[in-house]
Structures are given as C-alpha cells and as structure tokens.
C-alpha cells in the first residue's frame, strides 16, 4: 500500500507540474533546446550539480538564489556571473554578495568538456537551478534552454528591479507584476526561503531596538542570541533561512514557518497581511503536491524574462567574461 501511495503522489506531482508548464513556458524558448546540438548538455549539468550538493548541502540554495537574481536584474542573460572589466568596472555581483560563482563555473567548465561553444552560461545557471529542485526537493520538472549570454552587468541596475527583504506584500506583487510574474508566482517562489542561508544584518531591523510583532517571540530571542544589535557589528554572521526543520531542504515548510511567524524577512512574513496572498500561503502549507507545481511553473516562467535568444547577445566560453574579454 505505501509502495502503490508514494507512486500515486509522484504521478500526481508529474502531471500538475506539466499542467503548470504548459502556460508557464515562453515561445522565445524550447524544451529539449540542445537535443541536437549538445545531446548531453542537461545531463552534463546535473552530474556536476549533483556534485557539488553532494559536497555541499547548502548550494542548492545557492544556485536557485543566483538564478533569481540573475533573471530579475536585466533578464536570465547570465549578467550576474560576470567579472569585472574595462567594460562593466561595477558588476551585478559587487552589490550583494551572494555564492556560487565558482561552482557554476565548474558546471560550465563540464558541459564545454561536452560540447565547448554551445551551451550559454545563461542556460547553465537555469539548468543548475532546476536541478537544485530535483536534488534538494525531491521533485523533478524540465527547464526549456536557448537563452544567450548578455555583454553588460552593471550594480546599479539592481536598485528598482530587485525586490527588497523589507518591501511590503503591494509593493512584491509590483514587482513581481513588472517582471510578468502574478501573486500566485511570487508566493510559490518565496517558498525558496524554506532552505539557503542569510546574514544577520537582512534580520537585525526586525530584532533592533524592539522586535517585530509579526515575529514568533521565541524564534526572535533565538535570533537575537546569534545576531547582537547593529552597534554591536556581527552583520556578516551567517544564518539558515530555516530555523525549524532542514535548512537544506526545498518544501513547502516555509509557509508553516510564516504562519507560526518564524520567518526571517519583512518580504516573508507580509504575505500573510493580505487576504489573496494569505490564501495561497495556506493552501501551499497544506497541499506540497500543489506547491510544487506552482513552484516549478513559477521558475520556468522566471526562467523566460527578458530573455536574449537567436543571434541576440552570445555563448560566453567561461561565465565571468565576456568573449572579447572586455
């Protein structure tokens, strides 16, 4: 009987999750892009991912975190990979820090041992994204390739396209809305915030001088144990995002921690101040299936903003450069 259950559920899951790709996938990209091309292209990803996860629970996160930024800050051009430059003095990554700069190069260094000059670091990043659901979910969903790699990253373009960890619900749904994203995107996709790490001073202004009174008293004093106020430093102090169960693991737990108000974000907790996103957050709590149709449709629906495709941009030969090298 379990054996008839656990089956019946990954079927379930396999269905809603191509229900929800069926609308959630772009014309300008396809399924099986490099089937021709690079036969092992997808394949060569995963093995590397699975890797580096393997050596490393907490870069699952990781990766499904570079790929949001990447998308939301002048679309999924792998932009957020690049160095700086003559070109780009002031990258994306100089802005926030953030890991797995040297692991997706790893990745991409695998895939051009495959077929070197095909597969975009643009592609590389979604694939490793998706493959970080699979290793660190437990579910698994297709990601259409084709993206290009973009010439230009620039940190200022992240102020005004980048939601904020203290923006309020009205102000998410604007900017989700302006990458194309719906209420139901942005609260399948804040379910990230179930793994990954943080640091102390994204948490502090809920902690300092009083405690946010949306947050679980006792979650809050745990926090103020590990991050003393501002004045105090300690700001780079690392944190799981996930303080109740895994850290290391993609489920649907975090709308249970936002509902017991043990999450460490303004941007968290406010889905639970309105009346559309409040409903979504319990229905995500209650049905995991559902959530993680949701959450695939929402990632490869991310996966298509703004995306540079046919002769647009190009196949960088290492994701930190450009291929003039400027």
Not at 29 to 49: D, G, I
Not at 138 to 166: K, Q
Not at 307 to 323: H, M, Y
Request: hydrophobic letters at 40%.
């Amino acid at each position: 009987m379990a054996m008839a259950t656990s089956a019946c559920q990954a079927l379930a899951i396999m269905v809603l999750v191509a229900a929800a790709m069926s609308t959630a996938s772009g014309t300008a990209l396809q399924y099986n892009f490099y089937s021709s091309s690079c036969p092992k292209a997808e394949e060569a990803v995963r093995n590397a991912t699975q890797k580096i996860i393997s050596n490393d629970p907490t870069m699952g996160a990781a990766f499904v975190r570079l790929f949001f930024h990447d998308c939301f800050v002048r679309g999924c051009d792998a932009s957020i990979l690049l160095d700086q430059s003559n070109s780009n003095s002031q990258p994306e990554k100089l802005a926030i820090p953030l890991r797995g700069y040297v692991e997706v190069n790893t990745i991409k260094a695998a895939v051009e041992a495959v077929c070197p000059g095909i597969v975009s670091c643009a592609d590389v990043l979604a694939y490793a994204a998706r493959d970080s659901a699979i290793l660190s979910g437990g579910f698994a969903f297709a990601m259409p390739g084709g993206r290009r790699d973009g010439f230009v990253s620039d940190m200022n373009d992240i102020f005004g396209n980048l939601p904020a960890p203290n923006m309020q619900v009205q102000d998410l749904i604007t900017s989700f809305d302006n990458k194309g994203l719906n209420p139901t995107d942005l609260v399948a996709l804040s379910g990230a915030h179930s793994f990954g790490q943080t640091h102390c001073s994204f948490v502090t202004p809920r902690l300092y001088p009083t405690v946010d009174t949306t947050m679980n008293d006792t979650f809050a004093q745990g926090l103020k144990a590990v991050c003393p106020p501002p004045s105090q430093g300690g700001g780079g102090t690392v944190l799981n995002n996930n303080r109740v169960t895994d850290p290391n693991k993609l489920s649907n737990q975090y709308y249970s921690n936002l509902a017991t108000g043990q999450v460490m974000f303004t941007s968290d907790q406010t889905l639970t101040s309105s009346n559309t996103t409040n409903k979504m957050v319990q229905d995500n709590a209650a049905n995991p299936i559902a959530w993680m149709a949701r959450f695939a449709g929402a990632m490869v629906k991310m996966g298509g903003i703004e995306v540079l495709t046919g002769t647009q941009g190009e196949i960088r030969r290492v994701c930190g450069a450009t291929n003039s090298g400027n």
